[in-house]
T-cell receptor, first 112, second 114 residues
Framework: QQPVQSPQAVILREGEDAVINCSSSKALYSVHWYRQKHGEAPVFLMILLKGGEQKGHEKISASFNEKKQQSSLYLTASQLSYSGTYFCGTESCPDSNYQLIWGAGTKLIIKP | DADVTQTPRNRITKTGKRIMLECSQTKGHDRMYWYRQDPGLGLRLIYYSFDVKDINKGEISDGYSVSRQAQAKFSLSLESAIPNQTALYFC?????????????FGEGSRLTVL
C-alpha cells in the first residue's frame, strides 16, 4: 500500500518553514526521503530507521514516529534551492532488500 | 561523467515495437534497480538485481524483462510496447556490503509509446 504524503503541494516564500508528512497504513521499519528537481533524478536526503531516530541534513531534518507509522520532513528557513518534489519511500521490514514503496510526492515551490 | 548513465534519454516508439533501455554505473555497486515514474504515482519498482545471477521481480514487472550483463550493466526491455507503458524510467544503484540504503539514480529515460 502506497504511503500517503501531505500536503500534495505547498508554496512558500523564501525563509519560511515547511513540514511534509508521510503516513503508512502498515508498520514501518524505515523511511527514506528524496528530493527531485524538475527534469532531474531523485536525490537522497536521509534515512530514518525504526526507533524514532531523528536525522538532519543541513537545514532539513526529519522524524519517524513508528507508533503512528509516519514520518515528517522539516525544512527550516527554506531557500530557493529547496524547490522540487519530495518523495518518501518506506520499508516494512529489515529484510525487504530495500524494496521501497514510494509516496506520490509533495511539490514544494519556494518564491523569492 | 555521471555515475549512473541511462540510454536513450528520450525515445518515441510505436505500439508493438521492442524497446531496450540501458543502464550502466561506475559506482561499483552490486544492487541495481529499474523504476517507473508516472505523474501522481511516484516511483514503482519494476525489477531489481543484487548480482549478475540474482534478478527479482518488483511490483509491476508484467510486460517488462531485464538482463544483468555485468555488475555495471542492467538493461530493461519492453518486448512489445503498449501506450500505457509511456512513462519516465529510472535506473538506480545501491551499495555493496554494509549498505546504507542510499540509492543513486540515473537521469531517466523518457519513453513515449504511440
Amino acid at each position: 500500500q502506497q504511503p500517503v504524503q501531505s500536503p500534495q503541494a505547498v508554496i512558500l516564500r523564501e525563509g519560511e518553514d515547511a513540514v511534509i508528512n508521510c503516513s503508512s497504513s502498515k508498520a514501518l521499519y524505515s523511511v527514506h526521503w528524496y528530493r527531485q528537481k524538475h527534469g532531474e533524478a531523485p536525490v537522497f536526503l536521509m534515512i530514518l530507521l525504526k526507533g524514532g531516530e531523528q536525522k538532519g541534513h543541513e537545514k532539513i531534518s526529519a522524524s519517524f514516529n513508528e507508533k503512528k507509522q509516519q514520518s515528517s520532513l522539516y525544512l527550516t528557513a527554506s531557500q530557493l534551492s529547496y524547490s522540487g518534489t519530495y518523495f518518501c519511500g518506506t520499508e516494512s521490514c529489515p529484510d525487504s532488500n530495500y524494496q521501497l514503496i514510494w509516496g506520490a510526492g509533495t511539490k514544494l515551490i519556494i518564491k523569492p | 561523467d555521471a555515475d549512473v548513465t541511462q540510454t536513450p534519454r528520450n525515445r518515441i516508439t510505436k505500439t508493438g515495437k521492442r524497446i531496450m533501455l540501458e543502464c550502466s554505473q561506475t559506482k561499483g555497486h552490486d544492487r541495481m534497480y529499474w523504476y517507473r515514474q508516472d505523474p501522481g504515482l511516484g516511483l514503482r519498482l519494476i525489477y531489481y538485481s543484487f548480482d549478475v545471477k540474482d534478478i527479482n521481480k518488483g511490483e509491476i514487472s508484467d510486460g517488462y524483462s531485464v538482463s544483468r550483463q555485468a555488475q555495471a550493466k542492467f538493461s530493461l526491455s519492453l518486448e512489445s510496447a503498449i501506450p500505457n507503458q509511456t512513462a519516465l524510467y529510472f535506473c538506480a544503484t545501491g551499495g555493496t556490503g554494509s549498505y546504507t540504503g542510499e540509492l543513486f539514480f540515473g537521469e531517466g529515460s523518457r519513453l513515449t509509446v504511440l
